[in-house]
């Protein structure tokens, strides 16, 4: 079942995958920060994802505060108290919050329980708080669960399997990405060095440095660079440049304002067909199908 309201120049959506497990989606497209509130109690789990702007998650009768970036998520636990959604969020930004019961949650990992940290019998009393980085992997199925044009009869079973493989990805962790077992992470100047390089390869897209000039413009060796671009963001440069590419233009392609060919230019195909066939590999499609199907 989904519900949907109109919120001032946005949107809230709550979309329900059975019972004690719901997805929200909240949209602020004014130019004022905008108040959620929803009861949750302590039997929840909460994941929220913030895709554009930033968002404040208020407790304790505002003394206590959570922020989430563009970019960022946030996950919630604990069975002591209860954590109502109160939430403040800003111009212009986007959040998706998957919320289901600890027990539905443990279900899901029931043969793999040591797995997820949280889940271990010494802490299932014990709140957990987490602040990480989206992953592009992550960034694409939140995109597609914000943003999607399906028969309704089958809308509910397209979110249900989005939300399944998204928590798939958030756990999908080596044991080398843990901040504490992993020295490189609390370097912050090699974290901020890492940033950087991705903000280069964000910003030449069409005409990306090599990996070995990369490693010389953010003064980081080649190996570092490497390795510590998997912890922070989850994937190979080049692989998270490609998945970066194709959701721009999947993005400009909706628009549409601009042709294929001006879409693989921009992110550096230099003929159509192999700006296509990069697509399909991506999204299963080719560029003039996916915006037919948006169109019907």
């Given at each position: 079942m989904?519900?949907?309201?109109?919120?001032?120049?946005?949107?809230?959506?709550?979309?329900?995958?059975?019972?004690?497990?719901?997805?929200?989606?909240?949209?602020?497209?004014?130019?004022?920060?905008?108040?959620?509130?929803?009861?949750?109690?302590?039997?929840?789990?909460?994941?929220?994802?913030c895709l554009k702007g930033g968002a404040k998650f208020i407790f304790n009768e505002g003394r206590y505060a959570l922020e989430v970036s563009e970019e960022n998520s946030l996950l919630l636990y604990n069975t002591q108290i209860d954590l109502p959604m109160n939430l403040e969020l800003g111009a212009g930004s986007w959040l998706v919050s998957i919320v289901l019961t600890i027990?539905?949650?443990h279900l899901l990992f029931s043969s793999e329980a040591d797995y997820i940290p949280f889940l271990s019998a010494d802490n299932k009393e014990k709140k957990y708080y987490s602040q990480e980085n989206v992953s592009p992997a992550i960034a694409v199925i939140l995109s597609q669960i914000m943003n999607y044009n399906l028969h309704p009869s089958i809308k509910e079973l397209y979110i249900k399997g989005k939300v399944y493989e998204l928590i798939s990805l958030y756990f999908n962790k080596s044991d080398d990405a843990d901040i504490e077992q992993c020295p490189f992470l609390v370097d912050e100047d090699n974290v901020r060095r890492i940033r950087q390089a991705k903000e280069i390869m964000i910003s030449r897209m069409a005409e990306p440095p090599t990996l070995a000039e990369l490693s010389e413009e953010i003064g980081l060796s080649l190996k570092k660079l490497k390795e510590g671009f998997k912890q922070i963001y989850g994937d190979s440069v080049f692989s998270f440049l490609f998945d970066y590419k194709m959701e721009y233009a999947r993005k400009m392609l909706e628009t549409g304002q601009h042709n294929v060919n001006e879409v693989g230019l921009r992110?550096?195909?230099?003929?159509?067909?192999?700006?296509?066939?990069?697509?399909?590999?991506?999204?299963?499609?080719?560029?003039?199908?996916?915006?037919m199907a948006l169109a019907n």
């Open positions: 989904t519900q949907t309201k109109n919120i001032a120049q946005g949107s809230f959506q709550e979309v329900l995958i059975e019972d004690g497990f719901f997805v929200l989606k909240i949209q602020n497209d004014g130019a004022l920060v905008q108040r959620v509130v929803r009861e949750i109690d302590s039997s929840f789990i909460q994941f929220h994802f027990r539905k949650f992110v550096g195909y230099s003929t159509a067909s192999h700006f296509i066939s990069a697509f399909k590999k991506k999204y299963g499609t080719t560029p003039k199908k996916y915006l």
